[in-house]
């Protein structure tokens, strides 16, 4: 008769084996979560070292996490934020690079480089360009929105302190609408008993900003709260968003997907031709149609905010100038002439136009803003006419490649021409 103890041993080694896989198991289990659990708290502690291609692959991470290392938020919400006090940027840069505006996929060829020194530096209150500690009194205070940046060697903030002989204080951010604009000025600016109040008006995305300021402000939230109660409990951590970009990058790796090539697109002027490359948001913006634009609420409280800052200044006996800044896509789009180029360029228009009905509507905001400056009689700097005559006539590019703000040239001109419209009214006494 055969022992059993050999069929004894055996069935007893199976669970022991299972014991150790299922210990090793939940070894490695517990060590992934230690490390996921430890990176989540690392990024929040740290939000600066989330990878930028991170931060531009999710709008939570961006807005709630990324942007937070270097802004500051106010609650109750009137500003919504501002730089970090002190912060500071020092390094290069390449306004031509399509990543700036989230292009690079859709972006093809040679990418030019008009890399330069970069400096950003916040003052004790988180503006940028300004002295510190300020001045109890300031000539001309200007706000707006990322057009009163340096996006360029030179700055026009910079050129027009030195053009008008005027104390200049920059209280514009990059991001914020009319709404938060305006708060700036009534919080930081008025007390500085300034002789001129130069406000911007952007027509690519002033609007929309009104919105997201509008929907922050009533919910009772700060700026980054109310990003983050726009998603789910899990979507608000931030390593499931760093793991689905992982795993994207490493697919795209792989399997690499073949390039739109939309742009860059070339614009067509009576000396030359240039390429440049156009961002979705502001086509998207100057979709709206003229009716489309009268019964919205947001261009009510723009224009209503732009109105009540006007009173407000002219209270003190302050002048107030409203400057209209045009979007590139705006200036450029009856010089694309390529059939390709249209067909991409329409392809983001929002609704999907055709090309005679976003001809038709492409001016629109920029006459509706004419006309309420004029029903009020609002002082109105349009900038767009001589922007357009320059680069037509002398075929001048006024804006950076890829980032749609202006390039040196650019600064230049409207330096001059605000310290023109400014010193003309100054000599007229209006």
């Not at 022992?3 to 896989?21: D, K, S």
């Not at 002295?131 to 996006?151: A, L, M, Q």
């Not at 690519?204 to 980054?224: I, P």
Request: with cysteine.
């Amino acid at each position: 008769m055969r022992t059993p103890f050999p069929a004894t041993i055996q069935i007893g080694h199976v669970p022991r084996v299972r014991l150790r896989w299922a210990r090793a198991l939940a070894i490695a289990l517990l060590s992934l979560l230690a490390t996921l659990a430890a990176l989540e708290l690392g990024f929040r502690l740290m939000p600066q070292f989330i990878p930028l291609e991170a931060c531009r692959s999710s709008l939570t991470l961006a807005h709630a996490y990324c942007e937070s290392a270097f802004r500051v938020y106010d609650r109750p919400l009137r500003l919504g934020y501002t730089f970090k006090p002190g912060y500071t940027y020092d390094g290069p840069w390449n306004p031509a690079d399509p990543n700036v505006i989230n292009a690079r996929d859709a972006t093809c060829g040679d990418i030019p480089d008009h890399t330069f020194h970069y400096v950003v530096r916040a003052d004790d209150h988180g503006f940028v360009g300004n002295e510190s500690p300020w001045r109890d009194h300031y000539d001309i205070v200007i706000t707006g929105d990322s057009f009163t940046g340096n996006f360029a060697p030179v700055w026009w903030i910079d050129l027009l302190g030195q053009q008008t002989g005027m104390s200049v204080l920059n209280l514009g951010m990059e991001g914020w609408g009319p709404l938060a604009q305006v708060e700036a000025v009534r919080q930081y600016g008025l007390d500085k008993s300034p002789r001129w109040v130069v406000m911007t008006y952007f027509e690519g995305n002033d609007l929309f900003e009104v919105g997201e300021y509008t929907r922050r402000r009533e919910s009772g939230l700060d700026w980054r709260t109310y990003q983050l109660h726009l998603v789910s409990p899990p979507e608000r951590l931030i390593m499931p968003h760093m793991l689905r970009f992982w795993a994207d990058s490493l697919w795209e790796l792989v399997h690499p997907e073949p390039k739109i090539c939309r742009f860059p697109m070339t614009v067509s002027t009576n000396v030359h031709h240039f390429q440049t490359v156009f961002f979705h948001t502001h086509i998207a913006q100057l979709s709206w149609s003229r009716e489309k634009i009268l019964a919205s609420w947001e261009w009510q409280r723009a224009t209503q905010a732009i109105l009540a800052l006007r009173d407000e200044v002219e209270a003190q006996g302050a002048r107030f100038l409203l400057v209209f800044v045009p979007a590139k896509e705006h200036l450029y789009w009856s010089r694309i002439w390529d059939p390709v180029d249209i067909g991409h360029f329409l392809e983001l228009t929002v609704p999907l136009l055709s090309y005679q009905e976003f001809t038709d509507i492409v001016d629109d905001q920029m006459e509706l803003m004419e006309e309420f400056a004029a029903a009020h009689h609002i002082r109105l700097l349009n900038l767009t006419g001589e922007l357009w005559r320059r680069t037509m006539l002398e075929g001048t590019e006024f804006y950076n490649y890829s980032d749609p703000h202006w390039n040196e040239a650019g600064n230049r001109l409207v330096a001059q021409l605000v310290a023109q419209t400014i010193l003309e009214a100054e000599r007229e006494g209006s």
